[in-house]
């Protein structure tokens, strides 16, 4: 008999194939039925509630019926801790343990599983995201405009059980797994709305003179200043065909898909050959230097780090020689602001894809604090932008440890 690859000490019994229906005590789907929406009583979910291993409600926009469609509904059986929720049409193979039965119930995309008493929940559940099973799902898809997997389908797919004590172990394990995705996961978008919350309250609004919040010993009034009386160089980068001069290794070439919410990604890289690269040295870009998108998702911004220093870059917006003393990291920040955002749409021109001239962004009015309070907030927020890329990068480490761990302890 075939065992997993990896298996927790102590654990030597072989694993028993079995059909999914042969480990259930319970597998149907959710109502066929027309419903009637009310205002108030139970909620009727769908498909797109369950994702990531969770049920998710919106008071606002999700359905609701009345508590008689309800009971009708559930007349021959309830919805129990520990059925597993699976969705069967549309997006298919999101599951869920329901952990809590409350006051909602499922249409027909989703299908409601009760393992037997040999079967533990969450090792039931695991298996389900494993690699071999999500392929027996979608070998068994229905081809038609809105894809679905048949209950009878679902019921024949082959599984493996292992015995209940090491069920249990596999299970807990993955639940801490999952336990620390969703915290990281949380972490991160807490730490994002903070953001987001900050940014509105520590730039000036509506003409206001100074910000809602500030940091302690600071009093005076900001200034508008035009960015052309700030920097003395506002212009294009290179803005011509540039695939012939691409190389598979040389010099990196920062282009628009490198620039996106305030920061320099490495998603694509583009390298170009010496020739070209020295004939734009007029246009390097230099440590400290701004770039900003200047076609599509126009008015997403950088600062140029050490690392890039004398970096070549095509269809950007360059800010270059500051005649001031000018904190780079503190307009970075500004230009993701909702105000800024409105005034960059202000001067957006084009229907199908969306442009910004350099020519305007040399009138392009920002509200500047003293040297001093910018370099304050500047720092405030790279703060953080480092605790947002440590949470995301942690939870994308422990999904890529997780994702491993399905395809080795699963047969």
Not at 109 to 132: D, N
Not at 140 to 147: D, E, F, I, L, V
Not at 346 to 351: A, L, S
Request: net charge negative; glycine share 6%.
């Amino acid at each position: 008999m075939e065992n997993p690859k990896i298996r927790f000490k102590g654990f030597t019994k072989d694993w028993e194939q079995r059909k999914l229906e042969a480990v259930l005590s319970l597998l149907k789907d959710g109502t066929h039925g027309t419903h009637q929406d009310a205002e108030e009583g139970p909620y009727l979910l769908s498909a797109k509630n369950i994702k990531n291993g969770q049920i998710i409600i919106d008071d606002s926009s999700d359905r609701k019926i009345s508590e008689d469609e309800f009971n009708q509904i559930h007349t021959k059986f309830t919805l129990e801790n520990g059925d597993i929720l699976l969705t069967i049409v549309g997006s298919i193979g999101e599951s869920a343990i329901l952990e809590s039965a409350g006051k909602f119930t499922f249409q027909r995309s989703v299908a409601f599983l009760r393992p037997s008493e040999e079967m533990s929940s969450r090792f039931l559940k695991t298996e389900i995201e494993s690699v071999q099973f999500q392929k027996e799902l979608n070998d068994r898809k229905s081809q038609s405009a809105q894809p679905g997997v048949y209950l009878g389908d679902l019921s024949k797919i082959p599984i493996y059980v292992a015995s209940k004590e090491e069920q249990k172990k596999i299970g807990k394990y993955f639940s801490h797994l999952d336990h620390l995705i969703t915290l990281h996961q949380r972490k991160c978008e807490q730490t994002k709305k903070l953001k987001k919350y900050m940014l509105q309250k520590m730039f000036p609004q509506n003409g206001a003179k100074v910000p809602e919040i500030r940091f302690d010993g600071f009093t005076y009034d900001w200034e508008q200043r035009k960015l052309g009386e700030i920097y003395g160089s506002i212009g294009n980068a290179f803005v011509g065909t540039a695939t012939p001069y691409y190389a598979e290794h040389g010099h990196f070439y920062l282009e628009s898909n490198n620039v996106k919410d305030g920061q320099i990604n490495h998603n694509a890289e583009i390298f170009i050959n010496d020739e070209f690269y020295e004939k734009q040295k007029d246009k390097w870009l230099h440590t400290g230097d701004m770039v900003m998108v200047q076609s599509g998702h126009v008015g997403h911004a950088a600062v140029i780090p050490e690392e890039l220093d004398n970096t070549a870059a095509h269809a950007l917006i360059m800010f270059r020689n500051p005649k001031e003393e000018i904190e780079p990291y503190f307009l970075n920040y500004e230009y993701q602001t909702d105000k800024a955002k409105k005034q960059i749409e202000n001067i957006t021109t084009g229907n199908t894809i969306k442009h910004i001239l350099a020519s305007d962004m040399q009138e392009f009015v920002v509200d500047i604090p003293k040297y001093e309070e910018q370099k304050v907030i500047a720092s405030y927020f790279c703060k953080l932008d480092h605790l947002i890329t440590l949470h995301q990068r942690k939870c994308d480490e422990l999904k890529k440890m997780k994702k491993y761990m399905l395809q080795n302890m699963f047969i």
